[in-house]
């Protein structure tokens, strides 16, 4: 069971943001989605992540239409980090992550809540701003709140410390991560931190990954599949290596892109203007 | 031991905020109890502590039997009254502020204290014509009716004018807001205008508020508002999400439209009745719940109940100055909340100012 867009379309006003998208996020696999800006990537999300309402098309996520399915029972299953989160009411760092694990309030304890946004807390690298308020945050620090918020959410009552059947096993109903330009605003070295820890919650905990990304060397390097989106179409996708290819990215972004071979072995893929 | 450390701050961090709730209840009592012996009649607090034990059975003997009725007909309904309507508006501030992610939402400002009493004046001065024969059955009744009608109706039109593509804009229903008080404010000018001098007298409450009441014909908005304040004091933990922004409350599991739906249908209730009660009473709903965010922070699941209860202790507070602040007439309750009130809130916003400084 996959998060799946069939033939989406989204249209508003007679503009095709989306077209005949068909892609699929599979359970313990990265898709990274690339393209130009305006092609259309943060709406797909917002489609997949039943924010909006395709147009035309399907978006079933384990087997279920998204657009009928509950906020909160899809809420239980997908967790979501957006691109920008504004927030003037003076919350600590610490009850903005918590509130990640408002899904769950029914069946989960206090201490189970704490011990998660603890552990997400030192995945974040936020310990140091836990107990600051969010508002007065830098925009980078933000961006690792959220994930810190999301991560809590899709661990659901998977239990972080011990390695125990995993909610999926138990329910059959796999979990789904989708992130926003995660990366954008933060450092190099906690963007590395994040896509590493949204790569383990695909491999180790079976997660299916989405995220939008600029980056081709980080879509190299973290994902295993890749969708290249342009004008509201797919014009590939596939396997990281068969896609990251300089001739197919230097024809869709419009810009010369060249391999190189990197000396650590491999190679990066570097775009020069003009 | 860092995690003991954690524990042990946030139990106290609760604690903290149990506390404050437990706090504001005991000044609310104290607040009560002070105003039923403040008034035109000289009533000792000693006295009217004597006729509450009695009242209650903790005491076989009373007080004097016409102090005992002024208390019981006369100051006893009315801090009841002050109670309710400061409470709903303390709480309706508090969830509009979360709901349209705005501090400085209110009742008061998006038109919907106005357009309540755009309909209740509408009633005063023009009900024996819309209602001709009808006006002497429905009679008192039409006057609250027709308030809660403005604060309904007005609240439609600013969900269904910004709403777009599904989704509702916070910012633009904010704009909308103001752009209906103005417009209820000069349709109650246009009805002010119209008319003659007994309307006139009863006009002026409705603009300046007053707890004196309107007899039992109250009783119907009154209950009317202890439903919806009983409703909204459930929303606190979505309302939180909601802080997050509207789609980051979808993703966490929040049905975004339903609650915008109950949400404001309930604050109009609370607001129109309790217009329809008291008149336009202002500042309770802004300055209330920035009062209580000092005390407890902004987490809504103790907002919301402090921000009724300090509303509650702000109307019947503000209720006591103006029974004797002008002996014998009275000032109205509208006039006292902004007297006190405005200057009051400019000083939190300074202080707010002072705070964003880097």
Redesign the interface.
Known sequence: MSLVANKAGFV?RGRHLLRDVTVAVKPGEVLAVLGPNGAGKSTLL?VM???Y?ATSGTIHQNGQDVSQV???????T???M?QA????????VR??VA??R??F?RNSTRQFD?KLV?HAIRLADIDHLADRAYPALSGGEKQRVHLARALV?VWGMNNPETTGRLDHERDGKERFLLLDEPTAGLDVSHQHALLAVARREAHQNNVGVMMILHDFNQVTAYADRVAVLSAGEIVAQGPVSDIMEPGLLSSVFKSPIRAIDDPAGGFVLVSHGG | MKQVATSLRQFGQINRRVWSLVLLLLVLVLVTVMSLGTGGAHIALGDVIVHIAQRIGLSGSGIDAFDGRILDTLRLPRILRAIVIGGGLGLAGAVMQSLFRNPIADPGIIGVSASAAFGAVAMIVSGHIILGSFYPTIGPYGVPVAAFAGAVIATAFIRILSRQDGQTDAAIMLLIGVAINAMAFAGVGVFTYMADDAQLRSLTFWQMGALAGNGPTDTPALIIMVLGIAYLMSLGSPLNLFLLGEAEARHLGVEVEHLKRRATVATALVVGAAVAVSGIIGFVGLVAPHLVRLVTGPDNRYVLPASAICGAIMLTGADAVARIIVLPAELPIGLVTGIIGGPFFLGLLMREKKRRRL
């Open positions: 508003v917002r992540a039943g924010e309402q509950a906020a909160l029972a899809l809420a239980q997908r967790a979501v957006p989160a504004s927030m003037t009411f003076p919350f600590a009850d903005v509130l990640g408002a899904p309030r704490q603890d959410q």
